[in-house]
Structure formats: structure tokens, C-alpha cells
């Protein structure tokens, strides 16, 4: 499984975009890039994956670049709501395991 | 409402004795597995299945029993809970056996073991 690296913290006022990195310089070929948060303590909620071309959803875009070693994720008008920490997990399609790191702490301010 | 189920949300226990925390899931999902998270560790997987009657272990399976005796549930089982099993505790699903799915996680379980 890739390693990933993330910033362990990052500040965004409310209103603007929060572009939260997350380098994975040894994804392999099969691998996603699945994006997760947790708010508090509460359970992990998906946000959005992608192999190798840029996804938007809803919540979030995705912004993986052309070598695949690093991505971004896009939260366009962040809101007081979104403080939570990010994990950037790379995934297999035959993979088990979900392996969470330590993620970045995206506080949102007023 | 598609959700992933736990409980107890809290439970305090003392050393030795027995507990069960159940997991259920009505998403029809192939997959299900446990994680423990603790202060500076972050996530960890204790075990997972791939289907019913399938399991197997994670990173940190000592101390934990599972089963999946159907599709729904797979509950974790303490049979002598110690204090170092003090944790936040997830239950996940997903449609895909390790296939691009999304994981549903559950509310958590937090767990104090006397």
C-alpha cells in the first residue's frame, strides 16, 4: 500500500476554498485515491475517490495530478461544518484494508 | 435510510468480563470490518470479512474474536476484555470486497475497560 503525506493541520476562513494536499508518491497503477473525513469523534464519512482524472461531487472536488504522486482535495466554500480531519487514503481495487494515517486537522474560522 | 448500526454508543466495563458489540448494516454490503482509533494512533483495523462466514485479521486482532454468521451483523467480541482495549471503536461496510466502493462507517462505540 502507497504512504501517504499530508499537512497535520491547515486554517481556512469561512467562505473560502480549503485545498487540503496529500502526496502519495508511491501509488501504485491500481490503487484510488479515496478521500475520507471525521468530524469529532464521529465515524469517517466518504467524501469522493478517483483514479487518475479530476472528480467533483457535491461535497467536494478532487484534483489528482498527471503523474498520480500527489492530489488535492477542493472544499469550494468551506463552512464552519467542514472542521474535521482529512485522511487520504490510496486504495487497491483488490484490496482488504482501508489504512488510515494521521491525516490533516482543517479548522474552518469565522 | 442506508446506515451502519452499533451498539452500545457507550459502554464501561470491568476487566475480564465478557461484552459482545454489534454491528449491523442494511446496505446488503459484502464487506464489514472493525477499527480501534486512540490519541496519536489514529485508525487501526482489528478484523475484517469479506462475506458471510469469511473473516479475517487486521493490524491489531489480539484481544478481539469476530463473526459473521450473516450478512447484516458482525458483531466484536471481547471474551476478556483488559484495560489496554480502552478505545474508540468503528464498525464499517462496503458493496464491493475490496472493490471502488465507498466505506459506511457506524457512530462509534467508546469503550472503558476497568
Known amino acids: 500500500d502507497a504512504k501517504t503525506t499530508q499537512p497535520t493541520s491547515m486554517d481556512c476562513a469561512e467562505g473560502r476554498a480549503a485545498n487540503l494536499p496529500c502526496n502519495h508518491s508511491t501509488i501504485s497503477g491500481n490503487e484510488y485515491v479515496y478521500w475520507y473525513r471525521q468530524i469529532h469523534s464521529q465515524g469517517p464519512q466518504y467524501i469522493i475517490h478517483g483514479l487518475k482524472n479530476n472528480e467533483t461531487n457535491e461535497m467536494a472536488s478532487l484534483i489528482i495530478t498527471e503523474d498520480r504522486k500527489s492530489s488535492t482535495l477542493i472544499l469550494p466554500h468551506a463552512t464552519l461544518r467542514d472542521t474535521a480531519v482529512y485522511y487520504c487514503i490510496p486504495r487497491s481495487t483488490g484490496g482488504f484494508k482501508t489504512i488510515f494515517g494521521a491525516g490533516t486537522r482543517l479548522f474552518v474560522k469565522a | ?114
Request: include cysteine.
Open chain 2, 1 to 114: 435510510e442506508a446506515q451502519v448500526t452499533q451498539n452500545p454508543r457507550y459502554l464501561i466495563t470491568v476487566t475480564g468480563k465478557k461484552l459482545t458489540v454489534t454491528c449491523s448494516q442494511n446496505m446488503n454490503h459484502e464487506y464489514m470490518s472493525w477499527y480501534r482509533q486512540d490519541p496519536g494512533l489514529g485508525l487501526r483495523q482489528i478484523y475484517y470479512s469479506m462475506n458471510v462466514e469469511v473473516t479475517d485479521k487486521g493490524d491489531v486482532p489480539e484481544g478481539y474474536k469476530v463473526s459473521r454468521k450473516e450478512k447484516r451483523n458482525f458483531p466484536l467480541i471481547l471474551e476478556s476484555p483488559s484495560p489496554n482495549q480502552t478505545s474508540l471503536y468503528f464498525c464499517a461496510s462496503s458493496s464491493a470486497t475490496g472493490g471502488v466502493a465507498e466505506a459506511f462507517f457506524g457512530q462509534g462505540t467508546r469503550l472503558t475497560v476497568v
